[in-house]
């Protein structure tokens, strides 16, 4: 079978996968992430959804492309209502805003079982992501980085029930991504030190409190001399 050419922020989420499980692709649009996983071996097969008609037909024709019709079922649906009765083990919600992350977890109370991962890529706010997923019960067990122009979080969680603390440059970069040193990392916390400073610049001018900004510039700056 030929594999459709996925990007590499998709092919960093598929390598947190575990093997031979079923799974959903929430928000799936063309499906070639779940076809990619089954003509690798990697996965069983399970659910493709989306929350708009267009995207669930061509997921649809797709895997008829791929002849992958019979081992994922394509559903519209609102985040992951309906999704886990199809029995799947990993769960993949991947480019949509951090904030939206969180609540389609908290929408549905489901999904808090050690039973699932969930592996989660928010294009925005990944602090309000880590933030819910931390106060909820969640860990996360693997972050990935991924520099495609621009750079991208992926993060890999499961239930456990014990809430954990974090304070917000953990929360912005990770723990485990910032363990690592990686030079996305560092690529990261350049350009979100940029976006600092400006925001700081426009709070001048209005008079807003600017101290959360100083706060993570002033964190970044250490961790980028303790780096040398």
Do not use: W
Not at 99 to 108: K, P, S, T, V, Y
Not at 122 to 130: N, S, Y
Not at 147 to 165: A, F, L, M, P, S
Not at 197 to 211: N, P, Q, T, W, Y
């Amino acid at each position: 079978m030929n594999l459709p050419k996925i990007s590499k922020r998709l092919e960093a989420a598929a390598s947190l996968v575990r093997k031979d499980s079923r799974i959903a692709d929430i928000g799936t649009d063309h499906a070639y992430l779940p076809i990619y996983l089954y003509a690798t071996g990697a996965v069983s097969g399970g659910v493709v959804s989306d929350i708009n008609a267009g995207p669930v037909e061509r997921a649809r024709a797709n895997l008829r492309d791929y002849a992958c019709e019979n081992a994922f079922v394509a559903q519209r649906a609102d985040g992951l209502c309906g999704v886990l009765q199809y029995g799947v083990d990993d769960i993949f919600i991947l480019g949509m805003g951090g904030e939206l992350i969180a609540n389609i977890i908290d929408r549905e109370p489901e999904i808090r079982n050690e039973k699932y991962r969930a592996i989660l890529q928010p294009m925005t706010h990944p602090e309000i992501l880590r933030g819910y997923l931390f106060s909820h019960g969640f860990e996360i067990s693997d972050e990935l980085l991924v520099d495609e122009d621009k750079i991208y979080q992926i993060i890999c969680v499961r239930y456990t029930g014990k809430n954990t603390d974090a304070d917000g440059f953990e929360l912005m970069f990770g723990k485990i991504a910032l363990e690592q040193r990686s030079e996305e990392l560092v690529s990261l916390m350049r350009r979100t030190r940029a976006v600092f400073c400006e925001r700081i610049k426009g709070k001048a001018l209005s008079g807003a409190d600017d101290s959360y900004e100083r706060y993570m510039i002033e964190r970044i700056d250490r961790y980028l001399a303790e780096e040398n």
